[in-house]
T-cell receptor, first 115, second 111 residues
Framework: GAVVSQHPSRVICKSGTSVKIECRSL??????MFWYRQFPKQSLMLMAT?????????EQGVEKDKFLINHASLTLSTLTVTSAHPEDSSFYIC???????????FGPGTRLTVL | GENVEQHPSTLSVQEGDSAVIKCTYS??????FPWYKQELGKGPQLIID?????GEKKDQRIAVTLNKTAKHFSLHITETQPEDSAVYFC??????????FGDGTTLTVKP
């Protein structure tokens, strides 16, 4: 398996502020990282796929200017929610894999609440 | 694109009984099928996976079967325990890497 950490585990912010969430692969080099959001009692919805050193690929309907993804190294990817609004409140989860078609290992998630 | 259907949405069993969760997929190119267990407030945890060149895989009390012709795969948990209570997700993915998840099954194991 793989050990994946996310920071912070939960964050509360005011509407209009930006929030950065970090995803770290602790025990292997993750070529590919995925970002998901999950609403209560619902499935995981893929937001974007990022490969180290290149631009992220966003899913249809996900605003790339609102959800900024940076995958600067093989062990770290960040998701920045810019100008957050209450509707952005959700559980954000990252996953890592050694390559694009390999097994995904998930982080513990970040609970974002926008007031 | 790929569509994954998962049934049932909720499942309640008595401790010691078996639990079966079924998923169907639409894309015949899908060749990797993982199962994840998610506890409340936590990220999904991979519990077992199967690739299309295998029909069945077992790991202690957990097994997964795959029928590529019918495009369905199932999770089997035997001798269930209260700590097996969680939400279980199936997923299907192709060599392109992107996984499509089922809607999840809430399993409750009653002591």
């Amino acid at each position: 398996g793989a050990v994946v950490s996310q920071h912070p585990s939960r964050v509360i912010c005011k509407s209009g502020t930006s929030v950065k969430i970090e995803c770290r692969s602790l025990d292997f080099q993750a070529t590919t990282m995925f970002w998901y959001r999950q609403f209560p009692k619902q499935s995981l919805m893929l937001m974007a796929t990022s490969n180290e050193g290149s631009k992220a690929t966003y899913e249809q309907g996900v605003e790339k200017d609102k959800f900024l993804i940076n995958h600067a190294s093989l062990t770290l990817s960040t998701l920045t929610v810019t100008s957050a609004h209450p509707e952005d409140s959700s559980f954000y989860i990252c996953s890592v894999s050694r390559d694009f078609s390999d097994t995904q290992y998930f982080g513990p998630g970040t609970r974002l609440t926008v007031l | 694109g790929e569509n994954v259907e998962q049934h049932p949405s909720t499942l309640s069993v008595q401790e010691g009984d078996s639990a079966v969760i079924k998923c169907t997929y639409s894309d015949s190119a899908s060749n990797y099928f993982p199962w994840y267990k998610q506890e409340l407030g936590k990220g999904p945890q991979l519990i077992i996976d199967i690739r299309s060149n295998v029909g069945e895989k077992k790991d202690q009390r957990i097994a997964v079967t795959l029928n590529k012709t019918a495009k369905h795969f199932s999770l089997h948990i035997t001798e269930t325990q209260p700590e097996d209570s969680a939400v279980y997700f199936c997923a299907a993915s192709t060599d392109a890497g992107k996984s499509t998840f089922g809607d999840g099954t809430t399993l409750t194991v009653k002591p």
